[in-house]
């Protein structure tokens, strides 16, 4: 499964794990007990990717209880999923509105801004969920922001902390890439940084594709044919392996969910 983590979309990873840190603290505190049925409803099915049924739920508990921040937090995502980006920015307002999940309401919503290619506002909710809970991957998604943004110095910033923090195959394969599109726009300087960062990364996780796609890059800007060359092939060797071990999985929940249905 590690290989699969680090081809998948940051934003994938993102809402996968801000999804885990919502807690039933609605439900401890005393919601309606059919709201709270409707939201467990729709956390199932929200967890198992069948979105309109979860929205539909989520709406149904937000019709019974309208201040129920849980039921807005989790629409919002799975408004997301379904890449209705600016209801699910609704929707993680009126969460913050009630002034629950802040700290993954501000990222979510960051999230979204950034999908609809707003990256000031990205950024800003980024900021204000670092303030309320450090969190390394929302810390990683403001980055990677920064960079797109054209604040490159904040960016590096950011990764350094990651770095010193949390090192990871991640936040090194990040700042490497930084540091390569610098290169590519001239900062010869910093092509030697780039390498230094993606061996690092590699390193840390042998099996990350993209690490290798991007060291390909690098090898290529030093004119060394030979080790891009090697570096591409070993990325596409990866992306099928794992490609594979996917088809592989999704069929053995396929046959799993069967069975369960047939008992």
Same mark, same amino acid.
């Given at each position: 499964m590690r290989p699969l983590i680090y081809i998948m979309t940051p934003v994938l990873i993102l809402t996968i794990l801000l999804a885990s840190r919502f807690v039933t603290w609605d439900a401890i505190k005393g919601e309606n007990q059919q709201a709270q049925a409707y939201v467990q409803k729709g956390t199932t099915a929200l967890r198992s990717w069948k979105l309109p049924q979860a929205?539909?739920?989520?709406? #149904?508990?937000?019709?019974?209880?309208? =201040?129920? %921040? $849980?039921? *807005?937090? +989790?629409? !919002?995502?799975a408004y997301y999923r379904s890449a209705e980006y600016e209801t699910a920015i609704a929707d993680y307002t009126q969460t913050l509105k009630l002034k629950r999940y802040q700290a993954d309401a501000y990222a979510s919503r960051g999230a979204a801004y950034?999908?609809?290619?707003?990256?000031?506002?990205?950024?800003?909710?980024?900021?204000?969920?670092?303030?309320?809970? #450090?969190?390394?991957?929302?810390?990683? =998604?403001? %980055? $990677?922001? *920064?960079? +797109?943004? !054209?604040?490159?110095q904040k960016a590096l910033a950011d990764y350094d902390d990651l770095i010193e923090r949390n090192p990871s195959a991640m936040a090194y394969y990040g700042r490497g890439n930084v540091y390569l599109q610098l290169s590519i726009r001239g900062h010869e300087n910093r092509l030697k940084l780039a390498l230094a960062d993606l061996d690092q990364a590699i390193a840390l996780e042998p099996r990350f594709a993209n690490a290798?796609?991007?060291?390909?890059?690098?090898?290529?800007?030093?004119?060394?044919?030979?080790?891009?060359?090697?570096?591409?092939?070993?990325?596409?060797?990866?992306?099928?392996?794992?490609?594979?071990?996917?088809?592989?999985?999704?069929?053995?929940?396929?046959?799993l969910i069967k069975y369960i249905n047939a008992l």
């Open positions: 929205i539909k739920a989520f709406t #149904r508990a937000i019709e019974i209880e309208p =201040k129920y %921040a $849980e039921a *807005y937090v +989790k629409r !919002g995502l950034q999908s609809l290619g707003d990256m000031q506002r990205a950024i800003e909710d980024y900021s204000a969920s670092l303030k309320r809970r #450090r969190s390394p991957h929302v810390i990683q =998604k403001r %980055a $990677e922001t *920064y960079f +797109k943004h !054209g604040d490159v290798y796609i991007s060291r390909s890059q690098v090898h290529s800007q030093f004119g060394d044919r030979t080790l891009a060359s090697q570096d591409s092939k070993h990325a596409n060797r990866l992306l099928i392996d794992a490609l594979d071990k996917q088809i592989i999985q999704a069929l053995m929940i396929h046959v």
